[in-house]
C-alpha cells in the first residue's frame, strides 16, 4: 500500500514539474489584444427615461401592441405585446426584430426581449410598484411569485389539515329501506328525461 501511494504521488510530481516547464518556454507568446465591448461615451440618464426610450423603440415594430421596459443598472428587460393570433414562428421574428432595433440603441445594447404574456404582466407590475417608488419590494414580490409558480407540490409534504371542530362520527347512513325508495325515484326521474 505504502510503494502504490509512493509511486503515485511520484508521478504526480514528475507530471507537474514537466507540465511547469512546458509553461516557462510558452511565455514568449504573442500577447492578444481584445477590445472592450462596454460602451463607454453614453450619458447616464435616469431608468425611467431609459425605460420609456426602450419602449418607444419596441413599439415602433410593426404587430408590436405594447411594451414593458424595467432598467436595472446597464441591464434592462423589455416585454412586447403582440397579437395572440400571430402564428409562434412571427412572433419569434418580431422579437428579433425588437432586438435588432434595441441593438442600435447605446441604452438597449444589454437589454433582454420577452414575448410571453405571463413575464410581460410581472414586468408591468414591477414597473408600477418603481413608479410608486418601492423598486427592491416590487422586484423581491415577483421573483417571490416566480418561485411559487416554479415550486413543485409534492404530495408527501402536504399537511392534512385536522380542523378542530370537526365531527368525530361519521353520519349516519340511510337505511336500506330509504336508500332504495331514493334509487328508484332517482331512476324514474332520468327514464323521465330520456
Do not use: W
Amino acid at each position: 500500500m505504502k510503494k502504490t501511494l509512493l509511486i503515485t504521488a511520484l508521478c504526480l510530481f514528475i507530471t507537474g514539474c514537466a507540465t511547469k516547464k512546458e509553461l516557462t518556454n510558452n511565455d514568449n507568446n504573442s500577447l492578444v489584444n481584445v477590445k472592450n465591448s462596454y460602451i463607454e461615451n453614453v450619458d447616464r440618464k435616469s431608468g425611467q427615461e431609459i425605460s420609456k426610450r426602450l419602449v418607444k423603440l419596441a413599439t415602433s415594430i410593426p404587430n408590436v401592441k405594447d411594451a414593458t421596459a424595467v432598467v436595472l443598472g446597464r441591464y434592462a428587460i423589455v416585454g412586447i405585446d403582440v397579437n395572440s393570433k400571430i402564428d409562434r414562428s412571427q412572433v419569434g421574428s418580431i422579437k428579433y426584430s425588437v432586438a435588432e432595433s434595441l441593438k442600435k440603441d447605446p441604452y438597449g445594447a444589454n437589454a433582454v426581449v420577452v414575448a410571453d404574456a405571463d413575464t410581460t404582466q410581472r414586468l408591468k407590475e414591477i414597473k408600477a410598484d418603481i413608479n410608486k417608488g418601492r423598486p427592491i419590494q416590487g422586484i423581491m414580490e415577483e421573483l417571490a411569485d416566480v418561485a411559487g409558480r416554479l415550486m413543485p407540490e409534492i404530495p408527501g409534504d402536504i399537511i392534512t389539515p385536522n380542523p378542530k371542530n370537526a365531527p368525530e362520527k361519521p353520519d349516519k347512513k340511510l337505511k336500506s329501506n330509504d336508500k332504495n325508495k331514493l334509487e328508484k325515484e332517482q331512476e324514474d326521474q332520468s327514464n323521465h328525461y330520456k
